[in-house]
């Protein structure tokens, strides 16, 4: 009966992960920095690679670009409206310069040159509920995030060479209402201006997107709850995302693989109808994503979702864990530590900006493993890596997302690892124990017999071939 279970279980993971490849999925994604005529923005560009990469791993496909001029942006927009037609979900991301003239939002191009709102209305800029309504209209869900709520640049310009008559130039942008079937969120509320983040890094608003959009079994009107909570602790009160939703049903960018999800009739790919209960594969995909977690809003959204929930007593228990710091033996451990290592949360972009080669994550695989943190040594961080990799930062207090970054590393490398005996050391162990008296019932050696230079290299060689062995161990 067991097999039975166990079968049934995986047809149903087996038609949930078949179904959810049959979505189309399309996004656009583009970062705008270099900027000609105005204050550069160094983010947006790393904002937009991050997020593509994240939209990737769950199936979209995506229109990416950085720093595009007025007609790259068209042209990209152009290939977006085409591959968006008729599609499950259709996603419009965007980080950079963005403006709001007379109630209306544009985006800025690189190359955007503005002087007046003459100029913004015949195409230096571009309108974003027209561009949304020409390249998203008909897909069945439509999700928007627009980290560009930043202080106009042309607001000066603008107000100078329009005496003749009145202009409404705000800061921020203007407030938006979605259609049917469409989620648009904000980096901060209307006319209100966000934050870029520190120089070479995510600011807030994309940051704590790509932290909760895509976990397992979390509804995106969940997530974005999370998104705001993250931004607002993280900018201290100083930033809160806002939105407008008109979904019709719950929205999964990575659906839990259930019976009940895969059976459901959905309303739009990516999305079921809302559920009257909850579901226990649901519940259970939500807890893994948040059960090693060190930031209390997110085991809060969990006890928020399920207040009654069968993980509630492990989710107090962690959050009680949280509030009165590490245990006594990982604060020794993590003596000297840089305080940021306990914040900072690690990305596969801030793994990539290590530079590790494939010496370098065997290292970090070997250490990892003389820590008790088992894993194999092969020099590629496969699923098995991150997991270990999550276990190790959940035991030290760091951010849990089975990615590195540079203070993580410099934290791992500091740690002292078992080593195992050097191979000059296995070679005289066993030297000696080539040497050692005989068994009785073997003829007895002449006393002073010594072993022969063939004996000798015999011995020099079997405890080579030992020590090679277990050095080995440690080095792949």
Excluded at 58 to 70: A, D, H, K, M, W
Excluded at 378 to 396: C, H, L, M, N, P
Excluded at 435 to 459: I, V
Aim: hydrophobic share 40%; charged share 20%.
């Amino acid at each position: 009966m067991r097999y039975l279970t166990l079968l049934a279980s995986l047809m149903c993971v087996a038609l949930s992960v078949s179904a959810a490849k049959a979505d189309r999925r399309v996004a656009f994604v583009v970062g705008n920095g270099s900027y000609k005529n105005v204050a550069q923005l160094p983010n947006p560009p790393i904002d937009a690679k991050a997020m593509a990469s994240t939209l990737r791993n769950v199936g979209f496909e995506v229109i990416e670009g950085s720093n595009l001029s007025r007609d790259q942006m068209t042209e990209k927009l152009l290939d977006f409206g085409r591959k968006a037609q008729g599609s499950d979900i259709a996603l419009f991301y965007y980080a950079g310069h963005g403006i709001a003239v007379s109630g209306t939002n544009y985006l800025l191009p690189v190359d955007a040159d503005i002087k007046s709102e003459m100029d913004v209305k015949l195409g230096a800029a571009i309108n974003i509920d027209l561009t949304l309504e020409q390249t998203m209209g008909d897909a069945k869900v439509k999700l928007v995030f627009l980290d560009a709520c930043r202080d106009n640049p042309f607001a000066a310009k603008i107000k100078s060479n329009s005496a003749t008559r009145s202009v409404n130039v705000q800061s921020g942008l203007a407030e938006m209402k979605s259609g049917e079937g469409t989620l648009i969120a904000f980096a901060t509320g209307p006319g209100q201006t966000a934050l870029d983040g520190q120089e070479g890094n995510n600011s807030p608003f994309t940051r704590a997107l790509i932290d909760n959009i895509t976990k397992p079994g979390v509804e995106i009107q969940q997530a974005m709850t999370a998104v705001r909570a993250q931004v607002n602790e993280e900018t201290r009160k100083g930033q809160l995302p806002w939105g407008h939703t008109n979904l019709t049903g719950s929205v999964y960018l990575n659906q839990a693989p259930t019976a009940q999800v895969a059976n459901a009739a959905p309303t739009a790919a990516g999305s079921v109808p809302a559920a009257t209960g909850s579901s226990d594969g649901v519940e259970l995909e939500y807890w893994r994503s948040v059960k090693e977690s060190n930031k209390p809003e997110e085991l809060n959204a969990y006890l928020t979702a399920y207040p009654n929930g069968q993980f509630k007593a492990l989710a107090l228990a962690r959050l009680a864990a949280i509030k009165s710091g590490p245990s006594t033996a990982t604060r020794t451990l993590n003596a000297g530590v840089d305080p940021a290592t306990f914040t900072d949360e690690a990305t596969q972009l801030t793994e990539d900006q290590i530079g590790l080669d494939k010496n370098g994550r065997r290292d970090v695989q070997r250490r990892l493993t003389g820590l008790g943190f088992d894993t194999k040594q092969t020099g590629a961080f496969s699923d098995e890596t991150r997991t270990v990799i999550k276990r190790w930062q959940a035991a030290r207090g760091y951010p849990s997302s089975g990615y590195l970054n540079k203070h993580q590393h410099k934290a791992l490398l500091s740690e002292v690892v078992a080593t195992p005996p050097t191979t000059s050391d296995s070679s005289q162990k066993a030297a000696r124990r080539a040497s050692a008296p005989a068994p009785s019932s073997a003829p007895a050696p002449a006393p002073q017999q010594r072993s022969s230079p063939g004996d000798a290299a015999g011995a020099a060689f079997v405890g080579g071939v030992v020590g090679g062995m277990m050095g080995g161990m440690f080095r792949r």
